[in-house]
């Protein structure tokens, strides 16, 4: 087993782990109330402040991983998302076949209402060695959201994913895609990932 196919079988594992048990749909109108979508220009002087204090949250006691938002149709039922991310996990690699090397990226949100975790698939750029938003067509991106004891786990297909910086130690994304279960979701992270 490859170091990524390590991760993607965590990712995996824990998601349904989390389904385990859970036979009712995701039902939550009220958790989502006051929660507002972050990633558009109206908003990012809020997400930028935000991950300044998960900055310095961070460099005081590493109980910060960043910050995420999302907005997406779920269950036929419009759900808008933000939250700290208090988990973000990587692991590289490089694939034996092909030699495609990437990074397989887990982070994992919670607020008194739901809980929420992303699994994602970058790409390396072999001239450059940074990730790369590139979609290379394989469904591996995995959302799952927990609201009030129902699960909602899904492929993200045909996503579109936007690099907006990336340091050593620090990556924000902006995403969009369908779902596989029907649906779409559109959203921005920013998180500081460590090694798995």
Known sequence: ??????????????????????????????????????????HLSEFDALMEECRQDRLRDQSCSGYMSFRATIDKQPVVVDAPVFLANYVDY????NGVSGRDLFWYAFSPYFG????????????????????????????????RGGNYLAILNLAVRTLQFQT?????????????????????????????
Do not use: W
Request: proline share 6%; glycine share 8%; charged share 20%.
């Open 1 to 42: 087993m490859t170091r990524h196919q390590g991760i993607s079988a965590v990712g995996i594992a824990f998601a349904l782990i989390c389904l385990a048990g859970c036979v009712a749909p995701l039902s939550a109108p009220s958790a989502f109330t006051g929660e507002q979508y972050l990633c558009d220009p109206d």
């Open 94 to 97: 490089t694939n034996a076949v």
């Open 116 to 147: 929420v975790s992303l699994d994602l698939n970058l790409t390396r750029d072999p001239d450059t060695n940074l990730l790369s938003d590139a979609y290379d067509g394989v469904n591996r991106d995995i959302l799952n959201l927990e609201a």
């Open 168 to 196: 050593a130690d620090e990556l924000r994304l902006a995403f969009s895609a369908n779902l596989s279960r029907g649906g779409t979701i559109e959203g921005c992270f920013d998180v500081l990932p460590v090694p798995l």
